[in-house]
C-alpha cells in the first residue's frame, strides 16, 4: 500500500546546530504537509506544499517539496530548545498519510 | 476559537468496559478522523468521515465504532476495550480528505485499558 517513510527517528542536537528530517513517499503526491507535535501535546498543523519543487520558509524553518513530488525535507537552521517536539510529515494522495515522525531533542 | 474538543483526555477503565470518547468541532468541516498515536508507529488512522452519516475504514479500524450523526460530532466507541487498545487517540477534522489547508486535531486522549 501507499507509504509515507520519515528518517531519522531521533534526532539529538546541540541549541544552535541545524536539524533535516526527510520525508519519502513510494507514490506521487498531490500535496505534502508537515506538524510539529510537542511532548505531551498534538500535532500541530505548520504548512502546506503543493507545486514540484517548491520551497517555503517560516523563520528558521525551511520547507522543501522534490521536483518528483515524492519526497519532502524540513531544516530547522540554527536550533533552540523550543524547537523540541516530533516533526510529522503527511502525504496526500487522495487521503493523508502520516510518516512515523522525527523526535528531535535539543541540548542547551 | 475555532477548535476540536476532545473528552475524556485521560481514562482509564477496565477490560469489556464499553466506552466513548467524544470529539466536536466548531469549524463546520466535512471531514473528521480518528488517528490513534504509539510510540515508533506514529499516527494510525481509525475511521474517517466525509460527511455526515458517510464514515469509513482507515487503517486499524478493529475494535472501534464511530458514528457521524451531526456535521460537528464524530464519537469513537470501543464496545468491548482491550489492553491492546491502550493508546493515545487524536480526532482530527478538516475542509477535506486530502488535508487541504491541514488538519486541526483535538488535543488527545489517553486511555489505558486494564
Known amino acids: 500500500g501507499q507509504q509515507v517513510m520519515q528518517i531519522p527517528q531521533y534526532q539529538h542536537v546541540q541549541e544552535g546546530e541545524d536539524f533535516t528530517t526527510y520525508c519519502n513517499s513510494s507514490?506521487?503526491?498531490?500535496?505534502i504537509q508537515w506538524y510539529k507535535q510537542r511532548p505531551g501535546g498534538h500535532p500541530v498543523f505548520l504548512i502546506q506544499?503543493?507545486?514540484?519543487?517548491e520551497v517555503k520558509k517560516q523563520k528558521r524553518l525551511t520547507f522543501q517539496f522534490g521536483e518528483a513530488k515524492k519526497n519532502s525535507s524540513l531544516h530547522i537552521t540554527a536550533t533552540q530548545t523550543t524547537d523540541v517536539g516530533t516533526y510529522f510529515c503527511?502525504?496526500?494522495?487522495?487521503?493523508?498519510?502520516f510518516g512515523q515522525g522525527t523526535t528531535l531533542q535539543v541540548k542547551p | 476559537e475555532a477548535q476540536v474538543t476532545q473528552n475524556p483526555r485521560y481514562l482509564i477503565t477496565v477490560t469489556g468496559k464499553k466506552l466513548t470518547v467524544t470529539c466536536s468541532q466548531n469549524?463546520?468541516?466535512?471531514?473528521m478522523s480518528w488517528y490513534r498515536q504509539d510510540p515508533g508507529l506514529g499516527l494510525r488512522q481509525i475511521y474517517y468521515?466525509?460527511?455526515?452519516?458517510?464514515?469509513d475504514k482507515g487503517d486499524v479500524p478493529e475494535g472501534y465504532k464511530v458514528s457521524r450523526k451531526e456535521k460537528r460530532n464524530f464519537p469513537l466507541i470501543l464496545e468491548s476495550p482491550s489492553p491492546n487498545q491502550t493508546s493515545l487517540y487524536f480526532c482530527?477534522?478538516?475542509?477535506?480528505?486530502?488535508?487541504?489547508?491541514?488538519?486541526?486535531f483535538g488535543s488527545g486522549t489517553r486511555l489505558t485499558v486494564v
Open positions: 507514490t506521487t503526491l498531490s500535496n
Open positions: 506544499l503543493v507545486k514540484s519543487g
Open positions: 482530527a477534522s478538516s475542509l477535506e480528505k486530502g488535508g487541504g489547508y491541514g488538519y486541526t
Open positions: 503527511a502525504g496526500a494522495t487522495g487521503k493523508l498519510i
Open positions: 469549524m463546520n468541516h466535512e471531514y
Open positions: 468521515s466525509m460527511n455526515v452519516e458517510v464514515t
